[in-house]
């Protein structure tokens, strides 16, 4: 079984930062693409940034400048740093994994959500 855990939201002022976390856990081979999607109250989840293996990196234009993405192979984590928040940003933020689990193959896991609200 997979897990992917999110960790470092919460609520922040416009114009602050915050950093969201984001580390894998079960039986895993391999983890291919990671990245990070919102849901808004009413709207649907959309991309906010994906990052490859490699590290080729992918940001909304909502994000970009404000946001950066990054993650570390070793410890099968994605990280999320937020800067500039604007009370737009309000959502709750998933993680999102492609994962090659030896004995089942590759699937796309998602972690349970963590809120981010930023206050004007």
């Known amino acids: 079984q997979v897990q992917l855990v999110e960790s470092g939201g919460g609520l922040v002022q416009a114009g602050g930062s915050l950093r969201l976390s984001c580390a894998a856990s079960?039986?895993?081979?391999?983890?291919?693409?990671m990245g990070w999607y919102r849901q808004a109250p009413g709207k649907q989840r959309e991309l906010v940034a994906t990052?490859?293996?490699?590290?080729?990196?992918n940001y909304a234009d909502s994000v970009k400048g404000r946001f950066a993405i990054s993650r570390d192979n070793a410890k099968k984590t994605v990280y999320l740093q937020m800067n500039s928040l604007k009370p737009e940003d309000t959502a709750v933020y998933y993680c999102n994994a492609d994962v090659l689990v030896t004995t089942v193959g590759w699937n796309n896991y998602w972690g349970q959500g963590t809120q981010v609200t930023v206050s004007a």
């Open positions: 079960g039986i895993i081979f391999s983890i291919n693409d």
């Open positions: 990052i490859s293996r490699d590290g080729y990196i």
